[in-house]
């Protein structure tokens, strides 16, 4: 049995890596280019020129530069220069036959893409339009480029990723190789109502908060709320919020709580447990098991993990393909 890994499946993954560039690409808005405009590639009939490729490596440089070892700068440039001027071949070469294959995407594609921006980072267009033409950018470029990463994401989703299966076998295959990754932890959720030991080895004062909790006991008994009486007494985290710590694994907690926290029912209340810190009575409101989530629990996870390593395997291979196919000339 196949299943086919459709665009739907992945459709978060896809709005994420969207959002991610183009933050990046508002963010990275290069200053113009003082040097004279000349062609440095060309692809088929169209062309890169050097301002574009100047833009974009000083947007890598801008990211990389407070890491980049002193004194190796130049070398560093030069590197990013020829990646810069491959990614760009590469994203020409998409745009190229996404157009031919009628992927283009359209204004409105980009108005979404842009207005998802804007609520992301909780700015106005006029400040969007304000921040790109203050790094020396035009808004105009700046839609463009966002086009160009929604060309490349229609081109693959149907020419790629509408291509790809994953067969049961593989998901079975995957789900055994990584089975560490599926192991469920034993937790337990626990109220509880702490009273704090004196630091100072009074033993008054000590027997005194052994009483303290010792009542708090009580009053529980007779069928007084856990919860309110926390908020009241409890001098331990979460007290206000009814004494609820929410779930612990194993090895969170005093061993001397961890050890009757694990051995109670739901529901039930602990008599009162002494630890170094002071003395805890405890509820357990729900506890998880150990063991491995089922396979059919996690099949979608594993279909899109197994899925997007095809898709970018494929995109890789096309690539390669396409750079046979075409006329590409460079004039650095």
Request: charged residues 35%.
């Amino acid at each position: 049995m196949n299943y086919h890994y459709r665009e739907g499946m992945t459709m978060k993954y896809v709005r994420l890596v969207t959002v991610v560039f183009v933050v990046t690409v508002i963010m990275t808005a290069t200053a113009s280019v003082a040097a004279v405009d000349r062609i440095v590639a060309i692809v088929n009939k169209d062309v890169i020129t050097l301002s574009e490729l100047n833009r974009n490596v000083e947007s890598y440089m801008k990211r990389i530069e407070a890491s980049a070892p002193e004194g190796q700068r130049d070398e560093i440039e030069k590197q990013v220069r020829r990646m810069v001027l491959n990614e760009l071949i590469d994203q020409l070469l998409v745009t190229q036959k996404a157009k031919e294959r009628g992927l283009r995407a359209t204004d409105r594609e980009v108005d979404n893409a842009i207005n998802n921006i804007l609520s992301q980072r909780k700015i106005t267009l006029g400040e969007m339009k304000s921040e790109v033409e203050r790094l020396g950018g035009t808004f105009e470029e700046y839609r463009e480029e966002v086009r160009d990463h929604l060309t490349k994401r229609n081109f693959v989703g149907a020419e790629v990723r509408s291509k790809i299966t994953v067969t049961k076998e593989e998901i079975g295959t995957y789900y055994r190789e990584h089975l560490k990754e599926y192991e469920g932890k034993e937790a337990v959720r626990i109220k509880q109502i702490l009273i704090i030991r004196p630091r100072n080895g009074d033993h008054r004062n000590e027997e005194a908060a052994r009483e303290q909790a010792g009542k708090a006991l009580q009053k529980l008994k007779e069928g007084v709320s856990f919860s309110v009486l926390a908020a009241e007494v409890s001098q331990g985290p979460a007290a206000k919020a009814g004494g609820d710590l929410g779930f612990l694994q194993k090895g969170l907690m005093f061993p001397e709580v961890e050890k009757v926290a694990f051995n109670l029912n739901i529901g039930e209340i602990s008599d009162v447990i002494e630890s170094p810190v002071g003395f805890h009575i405890i509820q357990v409101v729900d506890k998880r098991g150990e063991g491995v989530k089922p396979i059919e629990s996690v099949k979608e996870e594993i279909i899109e993990t197994i899925g997007n390593k095809k898709v970018e395997k494929k995109f890789e291979e096309w690539l390669i393909e396409e750079k046979k196919r075409s006329h590409i000339e460079i004039k650095l």
